[in-house]
Every structure is written in structure tokens, then in C-alpha cells.
């Protein structure tokens, strides 16, 4: 999801200059850049913030730093600006994840555009769906969960989404036939997290223990 091949779909002088700088800063302070190809004019359609946090550097060229929680996340961002998805034409051959879903849902609050966030949000939910017909869990479920249990675990994000609903259903569903009680890692983040087993449970009772989950 990494692919930035959707920044040369602009011809030239359709949106201005298309040599504006994109850095982001990761949560761990780290600073990556993205591009020096970018056409901010061609952002502010769909992401009029984004548009406005460029601003005249050296020699008046463009450059802008927003906060992301990673690389795949800001070019998530970015190629929906461009594209109107932020998923790659190749998502198909992509291996099963959640966390870049919760990550651009995240993106799309922090930049106030709710088309994005539903999108991200339906995307979530079908990755989600598919996961309960595969053998086994995505590589990056305790990732994603303790990434929902930072920014999406307090009441008022419950009310306003359910990804971590969405989440905890899925533990429940696939508990034993994805065998996460028998997973190290599964257990210990449910160690770490108390509000993690806490839901659970409520999940487990609210589903009236039909999947037999103990």
C-alpha cells in the first residue's frame, strides 16, 4: 500500500505546481519523508486541511509535516485525495490486514473528512469478515488491537464507531477455531489490557456464549 505511482497520474499544470514537499511525524517522534511530488491544490477537494498545512519554505517551494501513525497510513491518505480510495489497484493480491484500516480511520477523523472514514470503516469490516473464513488470525491482530485500545476504547469513541466492536466480535467468533487461546502473544495482551478481557466477556455474554468461547 506503499506505492506512490498514483502521484504521476496528474498531467502537468493541472493543479499547479506538482513539487510540494510531504514529511510525517510517527508517534515515536520519527520524522519520514513521503514525496517531493506532490500537487497540494489537488488535495483540497477532498482533504482541505491537508491542503492548508503547506506552507512556503526554501526558495517559496511547498512543503508541509503532518502528524501520522505510519508511512502506508499518510500515502493511504494521499491517494485518496488523488483517487478518491486510498486502496491500492493490487488490494487483491495483498496478504489479510486490520491495522491500515484502523490507521486510515484514524487519519480520517484527525482531518476531519467523514467519506474517508467510512470508507475506512467499511474496509475494516470486511477484512474483518474475511478473516473469520481463513485458517487462521492476520499477522498484524495484536498490533490492531492495542492500536484501537489507545485511540478507540473510551465511551465517546464507542458511540461514534465500532471498530473495536467490530474487533472483539471477531475474537469471540473465531476463538477456538482460530485457537487464540492458545496463542502466547493473544494472552498476553489480554494480560496487559484488563479493559481488553473485561470486553471480551461482555462481548461473549452480549452474543449469548454462542461460540462457545471459555
Not at 508517534?27 to 489537488?42: A, E, F, K, M, N
Not at 472514514?117 to 478473516?131: E, I, P, R
Amino acid at each position: 500500500m506503499d506505492d506512490l505511482s498514483f502521484l504521476e497520474q496528474l498531467q502537468s499544470g493541472d493543479y499547479g505546481s506538482n513539487n510540494a514537499t510531504l514529511n510525517v511525524v510517527l508517534p515515536d517522534g520519527q520524522v519520514l519523508h513521503i514525496s517531493d511530488r506532490i500537487s497540494p491544490y489537488r488535495l483540497f477537494d477532498n482533504c482541505p486541511l491537508l491542503y492548508h498545512a503547506f506552507e512556503h519554505g526554501y526558495q517559496s517551494r511547498m512543503y508541509a509535516s503532518i502528524d501520522a501513525p505510519s508511512r502506508t497510513a499518510a500515502i493511504a491518505l494521499l491517494r485518496y485525495c488523488y483517487t478518491d480510495n486510498y486502496l491500492p489497484p493490487d488490494i487483491e493480491d495483498m496478504p489479510l490486514r486490520f491495522l491500515p484500516h484502523a490507521q486510515v480511520y484514524k487519519m480520517s477523523e484527525d482531518f476531519d473528512i467523514p467519506a474517508l472514514q467510512l470508507l475506512a470503516h467499511g474496509n475494516f469490516s470486511c477484512q474483518v469478515d474475511y478473516a473469520c473464513s481463513v485458517p487462521g488470525p492476520p499477522h498484524d491482530l495484536i498490533e490492531t488491537i492495542r492500536y484501537l485500545y489507545i485511540y478507540f476504547s473510551s465511551q465517546e469513541s464507542r458511540g461514534q464507531q465500532s471498530l473495536l466492536d467490530t474487533l472483539l466480535n471477531y475474537c469471540i467468533s473465531v476463538f477456538q477455531y482460530h485457537k487464540l487461546g492458545q496463542r502466547s502473544e493473544f494472552l498476553e495482551v489480554v494480560r496487559q489490557i484488563p479493559e481488553l478481557r473485561q470486553d471480551l466477556c461482555r462481548t461473549n455474554m452480549a452474543r449469548n456464549f454462542q461460540d462457545d468461547c471459555k
